[in-house]
């Protein structure tokens, strides 16, 4: 399995959602594991996104339809990265 960073924006019916629901995240991370990816990692931040996963999936088609179903739900824009550990980049350049 690959791993993946999503990086989330909130967009107002997402901001909301959290507000009324702050649970709705989880519900999220279900309906993740359910479409083939595991989150392995999440966090809120401060800047220009809202929410980082980082999240194992088998391939980058299932991300890209992971990512656009959940902005298509109209609650968050996804960016998303495909990465590497330090040790096999390090190995790449060798």
């Known amino acids: ?3 993946y960073v999503l990086l989330g924006s909130l967009t107002d019916e ?3 959602k959290i507000r009324q629901h702050p649970e709705w995240i989880q519900e999220v991370n279900q309906d993740l594991d359910r479409m083939g990816v595991k989150v392995i990692a999440q966090y809120a931040v401060l800047g220009p996104y809202d929410l980082v996963n980082i999240v194992e999936a ?3 088609k ?3 339809r992971v990512s656009t179903q959940l902005s298509l739900r109209g609650s968050v824009k996804i960016t998303s990265m495909p990465a590497i550990s330090i040790e096999d980049f390090i190995a790449s350049l060798r």
């Open 58 to 60: 088998p391939d980058n």
């Open 62 to 64: 299932t991300v890209v």
């Open 1 to 3: 399995m690959a791993i």
């Open 14 to 16: 997402g901001a909301e």
